[in-house]
């Protein structure tokens, strides 16, 4: 299939930082630029220099994928500049936030091949994760393919059903802020005990990203790790008893946090 992307070609519609983030990852693989069409009305300097690109210019006739990476309040200008490909053989990823697949049914032809996929941030160094689910039309091979293209930035994970996308934009989707902000409160709280600013945020940094990547490679659970870290009586299990609690610690918080993300997700999608 990524011989079809390299013959018939590869359109993204927007390219900001995820989309970039992602050429970038499908260039570093050996993707041609000469095979990838770029439609953004504010192209970043990085697209501009890069050699035989083909930046804002008339698409090809049938590419064949689409990858719709656009601000959802752009989607009724920009969606329907492409609905000639709609009802074919072209298949369209989208990566928008919000956007449900009976939306781009609605505009492109409702046997369009449509893939709906959400990515992180965490895609800008490779280390993103994306969950996808395609619609009655889209192909094994097509769904393989976008598998594949959204591989070139971290790890895939398949919906059995399109309405587990909000859990999926408040988990992973919001998360990375979550983590951002328990970094910042965790260096707060080390400046609070009388760390200077600039150690307490190397602390935080550092011990935030090494459990989360210790956890991503470990045999064990993170509830394993958690015990193996854990001494009875010891400082962590100090803290850990202020975080655990059900009424006011990390569960009742997250619930919440993650049901708010989730309710306001279902919202943006009406």
């Not at 630029?33 to 050699?51: C, E, Q, R, T």
């Not at 790890?155 to 859990?167: S, T, Y």
Request: a negative charge; glycine letters at 10%; hydrophobic letters at 50%.
């Amino acid at each position: 299939m990524m011989n079809d992307v390299k013959t018939r070609g590869l359109v993204l519609l927007g390219c900001g930082k995820m989309g970039s983030a992602m050429l970038q990852g499908w260039l570093d693989q050996g993707l041609p630029a000469s095979s990838v069409w770029v439609n953004d009305p504010f192209p970043s300097d990085w697209l501009k220099g890069l050699d035989g690109l083909n930046l804002n210019v008339d698409l090809p006739a049938s590419p064949a994928i689409i990858l719709v990476a656009v601000k959802p309040q752009m989607m009724a200008d920009a969606l329907p500049t492409l609905a000639a490909m709609g009802n074919g053989d072209t298949v369209f990823l989208s990566v928008a936030a919000g956007t449900p697949i009976a939306y781009y049914e609605s505009v492109l032809g409702a046997e369009t091949p449509i893939i709906r996929a959400m990515p992180n941030t965490p895609a800008a160094v490779s280390r993103g994760i994306t969950a996808l689910i395609g619609n009655a039309h889209a192909t094994a091979p097509q769904i393989e393919l976008a598998d594949t293209l959204l591989s070139a930035v971290g790890q895939v994970v398949h919906l059995e059903n399109e309405g587990q996308m909000d859990a999926v934009t408040a988990v992973s989707g919001s998360g990375p802020a979550y983590v951002f902000h328990l970094i910042e409160t965790l260096a707060a709280a080390g400046v609070a005990q009388g760390l200077p600013e600039p150690m307490a945020m190397a602390l935080a940094k550092a011990t935030v990203g090494g459990a989360g990547h210790f956890a991503e490679i470990a045999d064990e659970d993170p509830s394993q790790l958690r015990v193996n870290v854990t001494s009875p009586g010891g400082t962590t299990a100090a803290a850990l008893e202020v975080l655990m609690n059900e009424e006011d610690g990390f569960p009742a918080l997250l619930k919440r946090a993650i049901t708010a993300a989730a309710d306001r997700s279902r919202e943006l999608a009406q």
